[in-house]
């Protein structure tokens, strides 16, 4: 096994314990609402300091219900990976390519340099 393929080995393991490792260890037993997202987090906090606070504006759009939100999240997340995938892929293959040309002109001209036998 590589180096990289190591590397690539113990980031993905580490990724996998953190995703699991709070949903086996109970972290978020003793709440409504386990895993609730920052701004969840944030609103309790600030209704606890100041219950009458009123916020500035309201959403443009509310999903009816925390599941649809949370596909919606997990397709803007998906979405942003496939952009990202996409865009160091393709730098990755022009390099590739550029490296390929490079290799193909130097061999052409080694071989222009080499006199042939009479």
Do not use: C
């Amino acid at each position: 096994m590589s180096r990289n393929a190591k590397i690539n080995a113990l980031l993905l393991l580490a990724v996998a314990a953190l995703a699991v490792l709070p949903l086996v260890l109970g972290l978020g037993d003793h709440k409504e609402e386990p895993f609730a997202g920052a701004d969840a987090e944030a609103e309790t906090a600030i209704t606890e300091i100041e219950p009458d606070y009123e916020p500035w504006f309201s959403p443009l759009y509310e999903p009816p219900s925390g599941e649809v939100e949370s596909a919606l999240f997990a397709l803007q997340a998906a979405l942003g990976a496939g952009v990202l995938a996409y865009y160091f892929g393709l730098r990755r293959g022009r390099r590739q390519g550029e490296q390929r040309a490079t290799a193909a002109s130097e061999t052409a001209s080694a071989s222009r340099d080499i006199p042939e036998g009479d």
